[in-house]
C-alpha cells in the first residue's frame, strides 16, 4: 500500500488547513486509516482515525471539536480538517493505514496499539502563534 500526502504548511493560530492522504494498492476492501503527528522531542501521537467499513471514528481529547477527519471510499482518500490550529497542533502529520475490517472498539485498539502497517511520508504543520 502506497500513502500519498498533502495539505501540510505554514498557517496563523487559529487558521484552518486540510490534509489529504490518497492510498493505493489495496488487497482487501476495508481498512482503518487516519493521522498521526509528532512534535520536536516528544512522542508520536495518534490525531484521528476512521473505519472504511463503517465509519468509525477516533480523536484524540486536544482535537475533538476542531478536527474532522472523512473519507471518500470511491477514491480511497481521507482528509483531516483541522480548524482553530493552536500553536501546540504544529508537528509533522503522518498519515497510516492496515487493513481490515476495524469496527469502533478495533479501530480504538488500532490507534492506541498503533498496529500500523504503512506510514506516509508525513507533512509539516506549522502555527505560528
Known amino acids: 500500500v502506497q500513502l500519498v500526502e498533502s495539505g501540510g504548511g505554514l498557517v496563523q493560530a487559529g487558521g484552518s488547513l486540510r490534509l489529504s492522504c490518497a492510498a493505493s494498492?489495496?488487497?482487501?476492501?476495508?481498512?482503518?486509516i487516519g493521522w498521526f503527528r509528532q512534535a520536536p522531542g516528544k512522542d508520536r501521537e495518534a490525531v484521528s482515525a476512521i473505519s472504511s467499513s463503517d465509519q468509525s471514528t477516533y480523536y484524540t481529547d486536544s482535537v475533538k471539536g476542531r478536527f474532522t477527519i472523512s473519507i471518500d471510499k470511491a477514491k480511497n482518500t481521507v482528509y483531516l480538517q483541522m480548524n482553530s490550529l493552536r500553536p501546540e497542533d504544529t508537528a509533522v502529520y503522518y498519515c497510516?493505514?492496515?487493513?481490515?475490517?476495524?469496527?469502533?472498539?478495533?479501530?480504538?485498539?488500532?490507534?492506541?496499539?498503533?498496529?500500523?502497517?504503512?506510514w506516509g511520508q508525513g507533512t509539516q504543520v506549522t502555527v505560528s502563534s
Open positions: 494498492g489495496y488487497t482487501y476492501d476495508d481498512y482503518a
Open positions: 497510516a493505514t492496515s487493513e481490515g475490517d476495524h469496527n469502533l472498539l478495533l479501530l480504538r485498539m488500532w490507534v492506541i496499539s498503533e498496529g500500523v502497517e504503512y
